[in-house]
């Protein structure tokens, strides 16, 4: 019996086979879309998923404005923030944000659910959010991926 076939091959960051993907958010409630690209971030719609290691997919979302929230969301939902001085608790609907800032509110969601750690930090940088339909990453050659293929 050879041993060496049974060992458990864990990826790490250089072993990694990452992917360049391009999202469009037009229509999309932004919860499902927040947690399907959340998944891909981390890398577990891979084989070779590692819970420890960044080793999941570079994603591109575009027409970010266009995200659609279910139900009264979009003037009831309420984003707490703190300035850090006395009585400087702010609080923003996802309207007022999607008028001053239409990627926070995607950026935001999907943020939520990634681990709250370095590794979280590491896979937040492998997202990019644009408002309108045009993104700079042409020379990555993304490629399209829908919800449903994920």
């Excluded at 060496?4 to 499902?32: C, H």
């Excluded at 490629?143 to 449903?148: A, C, E, M």
């Amino acid at each position: 019996m050879d041993t060496l076939s049974y060992k458990t091959i864990s990826a790490n960051a250089a072993t990694a086979k990452k992917e360049w993907y391009v999202i469009d958010a037009t229509d999309q409630v932004l919860g499902r879309l927040a947690s399907r690209i959340a998944l891909v971030l981390r890398g577990k719609n891979k084989p070779d998923y590692t819970p420890h290691a960044d080793c999941g997919d570079n994603v591109i979302i575009i027409n970010a404005e266009k995200v659609r929230l279910t139900g009264k969301k979009l003037t009831d939902k309420v984003y707490v923030r703190h300035t850090g001085y006395p009585g400087g608790q702010r609080f923003t609907t996802p309207k007022e944000l999607l008028d001053h800032k239409p990627t926070a509110v995607v950026e935001h969601a999907i943020k939520g659910m990634l681990p709250k750690n370095r590794l979280g930090a590491q896979l937040f940088r492998n997202l990019y959010v644009y408002a309108g339909p045009e993104h700079p990453h042409a020379a990555q050659q993304p490629k399209t991926l829908t919800l449903n293929e994920i």
